[in-house]
């Protein structure tokens, strides 16, 4: 898939097109019987942005007839006329419009724009994800982007790879051994399993508010909230998922590693109790 710079694109287009209303609005028949002159460094640039630009959607044929009058604009011993230049235009034009048919092209509004940012951007670049779980961050734009393109159970999918990042992650620091083992990927078991180790490792009473306890609690907190959403009981994309649905997933889930990154980085990741996701919607 191409990355489309739509206003370098539409505005060399506009530009030739431009020039072929000048020749035909502005000179008569002897005027297009002339040599181009002048103008012919300039026409040449046109030619050849117009060549760039049609061979970037993969109109080559449209492409190959804007290079050729480029290059024969370039020699300076081939004579050209207006009127070459006008049917020159016309030539690309008319392969543009026939190659364009071949094509499709896919069009993404301001937000699903954002949804292909990088993943710092996508979290609003308040805290560093791709430096903290460069894993999860890969995930994360991976997730984004296929809910820009409407693929919300692919997101889903995406998004229950970079949760995994973070459970393991929290395992770690709990000390639980192999907490995502394919038998053992069920919420249930999950959030049983690091409850209990929570609850033994800090008790209740000791959980004072910025304690470790009072860290990881809310840690468990976050990724009970992913469970919600999910609709089934194991760690499994089971279901088809709606736009709506993906994205209140990943910033769940979102959610879930900045609170993680502030306990395991605190002094990088700061983070209070109002924070949300920074994903756009």
């Not at 543009?96 to 069009?107: A, H, K, M, N, W």
């Not at 460069?134 to 994360?140: G, I, K, M, Q």
């Not at 192999?178 to 209740?204: C, F, Q």
């Not at 760690?235 to 889930?253: D, T």
């Amino acid at each position: 898939m191409l990355e489309l710079n739509a206003a370098k694109f539409f505005d060399t287009l506009l530009e030739v097109r431009r020039v072929k209303t000048v020749i035909d609005t502005a000179f008569d028949s002897d005027g297009k019987a002339a040599s181009v002159t002048d103008a012919r460094e300039m026409l040449r640039a046109n030619f050849e942005d117009l060549a760039e630009a049609t061979s970037f959607v993969g109109a080559e044929l449209a492409s190959m007839a804007a290079s050729r009058m480029a290059a024969k604009l370039f020699d300076s011993e081939v004579n050209i006329t207006m009127a070459e230049i006008s049917h020159s235009i016309e030539d690309v034009e008319s392969r543009f419009r026939d190659e364009c048919q071949l094509v499709t092209f896919v069009v993404l509004n301001r937000n699903q724009k954002m949804l292909f940012g990088s993943a710092n951007e996508l979290v609003g670049n308040t805290w560093d994800l791709n430096k903290i779980f460069p894993d999860a961050a890969r995930e994360l734009e991976e997730s984004a982007k296929c809910i820009a393109l409407q693929r919300p159970t692919a997101s889903v999918f995406h998004a229950m790879r970079m949760l995994e990042v973070g459970i393991k992650i929290l395992a770690d620091k709990l000390g639980i051994d192999e907490i995502t083992e394919p038998a053992k990927r069920n919420w249930g078991n999950i959030l049983n399993v690091v409850k209990s180790k929570i609850d033994s490792t800090y008790p209740k009473n000791t959980r004072v508010e910025g304690s470790e306890g009072a860290k990881f609690e809310r840690l468990y907190v976050s990724l009970d909230a992913v469970k919600n959403p999910w609709r089934n009981g194991t760690m499994h994309v089971e279901s088809f998922y709606s736009e709506a649905e993906a994205l209140h997933i990943l910033r769940c889930v979102t959610y879930f590693l900045h609170v993680l990154a502030a306990v395991c980085m605190p002094d990088e990741v700061g983070l209070s109790l109002e924070t949300t996701s920074e994903i756009p919607k």
